[in-house]
């Protein structure tokens, strides 16, 4: 009954010398002991175990049913009661010697850490004496240990980052008093001591005190860009800083959050020193100003947000200059610049500008637009996308390319005077090219190749040798010795000979060209004509006005004048578009002097009604007309001009001119002769 009144199983009551037991109505020692979150393990003097804990069990891995109670502690063979200093801890309690009553131990095997604590106690016995013995409990504190190093761990990396970090820390209250700065802060401001700026509050330094108060009144997180005048800041507060100047800061801010406080009352920026960027990015502005403002048009960077917002960014100041928009405000810009697009090319233009926000490629777009003067003019915008976060930047340019356009027009006209002119030739237009490495070949071979000829101008690389296999064979081996002899010598081409059309027609042609030497190579641009009708008929051909003009209008050195001109006034004018110098020598003017003048005005002594009427007709009926023996001035030193005359695809009217005055002189002389003949 004592062993289990000790326990706490049962309780005794005392009468007289009889003592009285009854059934424990509290928590039997046991099994609180059990339930107890530390590792207990109580040993007698002896050191054999007299009782552990189901925790004590579970935390060294005890087998359920291995038997400990009542064997020595060497049995145990745990790893920690090895240590030697526990050993003399537990030797100098049972000694009753000052001991220690907490001890950090680290289990090897498991890398473990037990704060364990030892405590002298009394066992009792069946004797009612007690002994000395010794409770010894372990408290696993490894996860506590290793969270409280991080935490020192954390707190020294917080520490070494807030002084090795290249961007300035301040922490300071709400009314701008400075609590700390780290060491880039000191040297940002050109300071050497903390104590240089304990006493001078943020706003001093800072010129823009509203912003800081406007985030301090948020208390949020933001990012801005502030300045600093060192040379007031120097002024005002003798701070003794190195600076001078002004200064561009980039601010990050955030308020230091008090879980205990609603509203935070300290607050820390981070900031670094963008003075020399800012410096740059002037420097890149004004440069990129030089370069812009030299450019036909305007710089613009246009954007296009996932939500579906567009806009422009930026446009060039000299928006007003060129297409009379002012960039200011930028917010309507780009709809001002649309409602200036011609109607015809509106849609186009609203299209172009879907399409590439949809695929977000490069932009490329031409057409008119409508100057708020009236004046049109032709844009072209080009630009190239770059991907953000949530958005596309096009950054371009506006060019004016009107005179382009005017160009490409006047080109487009010249096109069709060569095309009109070369279609009325008997022959064909080519363009031959020797290269300095010794490639040769063809650029360009007149269209109408395969109908005059019978070889199709297609593929080019191969035409030359096609059109020199129909050759005739006694005429091979000159044709070859005279392509060879004017590349060697980069000299005109002049070749005639039998071409095989085909088995029952054979034709002659003549070849001739000018050679055009360039750095890399040298270009040959001629004709090829038909020639058969002048061998079979040499003298019909010649004396025929319109064979000579056809036949002699084109060649390099021709004496035959070329007149173009454009009517004007339904067919009642005509304007001097071109003419050659055969043409200015008959009209006995200087080329820059005839062009651009009317034709009736210029020349009132052209016969009025037969030429206006034979023009009309011309115009009209599209069908070539050759003009009488006539002169322009009726002085003596003009000569008589007979014309050949034919409507170009442009709808200009072209004159092929030859002088024949001396026929008209024989004429004259011949008609005399008949008159003085007597009359039988």
């Not at 207990?40 to 400990?68: A, C, P, W, Y």
């Not at 300290?266 to 030299?294: H, V, Y």
């Amino acid at each position: 009954m004592e062993v289990l009144l000790t326990q706490g199983h049962v309780i005794m009551k005392p009468y007289g010398k009889a003592k009285l037991y009854s059934s424990s109505q509290k928590i039997p020692f046991d099994d609180l002991f059990d339930y107890l979150p530390d590792a207990i393990l109580i040993l007698d003097e002896d050191l054999r175990i007299l009782m552990v804990n189901k925790s004590f069990i579970k935390t060294f891995d005890i087998g359920k049913h291995q038997q400990i109670t009542g064997f020595s502690l060497e049995k145990l063979d745990l790893s920690l009661f090895r240590d030697p200093s526990v050993r003399d801890n537990i030797d100098r309690i049972l000694l009753s010697k000052t001991y220690v009553n907490e001890m950090l131990l680290i289990e090897p095997v498991k890398n473990r850490i037990f704060l364990t604590e030892f405590i002298q106690t009394t066992v009792p016995s069946l004797s009612f004496t007690g002994k000395t013995g010794i409770m010894i409990s372990f408290r696993d504190i490894t996860t506590w240990k290793k969270t409280e190093d991080e935490l020192k761990s954390s707190e020294r990396k917080i520490r070494t980052l807030f002084e090795e970090v290249p961007s300035g820390i301040f922490m300071f209250q709400e009314d701008g008093t400075i609590l700390n700065a780290n060491r880039a802060s000191l040297e940002i401001l050109g300071l050497t001591r903390f104590t240089d700026i304990a006493h001078i509050n943020l706003f001093d330094i800072m010129c823009s005190r509203e912003p800081i108060e406007r985030l301090i009144k948020e208390g949020k997180n933001a990012e801005i860009t502030l300045t600093c005048n060192f040379d007031r800041v120097k002024r005002t507060t003798l701070v003794p800083t190195s600076k001078s100047g002004v200064a561009y800061f980039q601010v990050v801010f955030a308020p230091i959050i008090d879980r205990r406080a609603n509203n935070p009352r300290e607050f820390f920026i981070l900031f670094l020193d963008i003075t020399q960027q800012k410096r740059a990015e002037k420097e890149l502005k004004e440069r990129f100003r030089g370069i812009t403002s030299n450019l036909p048009g305007i710089a613009y960077q246009f954007f296009a947000r996932d939500s579906g917002e567009w806009g422009v960014y930026y446009v060039d100041e000299r928006s007003d200059k060129i297409y009379g928009l002012s960039p200011e405000p930028l917010y309507n810009w780009f709809d001002r610049f649309t409602a200036c697009i011609a109607e015809e090319d509106k849609e186009r233009w609203t299209a172009s500008i879907q399409d590439v926000i949809l695929r977000i490629v490069p932009w490329d777009f031409e057409g008119i637009f409508i100057h708020p003067d009236g004046k049109r003019m032709y844009i072209r915008g080009v630009s190239q996308p770059i991907r953000l976060k949530n958005e596309t930047i096009w950054n371009g340019l506006f060019l004016d390319i009107t005179d382009r356009k005017k160009a490409e027009e006047e080109l487009r006209i010249s096109e069709q005077r060569f095309f009109g002119i070369a279609r009325n030739l008997p022959g064909i237009v080519y363009q031959f090219y020797v290269r300095n490495t010794g490639e040769s070949g063809m650029y360009f071979v007149d269209e109408r190749s395969e109908e005059l000829y019978g070889i199709s101008p297609n593929p080019l690389d191969s035409w030359i040798n096609r059109f020199g296999s129909h050759i005739a064979p006694s005429d091979q081996k000159r044709w070859t010795d005279s392509i060879e002899y004017v590349i060697r010598r980069n000299a005109p081409w002049e070749f005639e000979g039998q071409y095989i059309f085909s088995q029952n027609e054979e034709r002659y042609i003549r070849v001739i060209s000018q050679p055009i030497i360039l750095p890399e190579e040298t270009i040959w641009n001629g004709l090829i004509l038909d020639i058969t009708e002048y061998w079979k008929a040499e003298e019909a051909l010649r004396k025929s006005l319109f064979n000579e003009i056809r036949y002699h209008s084109f060649f390099e050195n021709t004496c035959n004048g070329v007149l173009i001109y454009e009517p004007i006034n339904d067919g009642n004018e005509y304007i001097l578009k071109d003419v050659n110098k055969a043409t200015a020598n008959l009209l006995r003017m200087n080329k820059e002097d005839l062009i651009g003048k009317k034709l009736f005005e210029e020349f009132p002594d052209l016969p009025n009604p037969e030429i206006r009427d034979l023009l009309r007709r011309v115009l009209m009926s599209e069908k070539p007309e050759f003009v009488a023996p006539l002169k322009y001035r009726k002085r003596d030193d003009f000569p008589w001009i007979s014309h050949y005359v034919f409507k170009l695809p442009s709808g200009e009217i072209a004159s092929f001119m030859v002088d024949v005055s001396d026929e008209v002189q024989k004429e004259h002389e011949m008609i005399g002769q008949f008159c003085e003949l007597p009359l039988d």
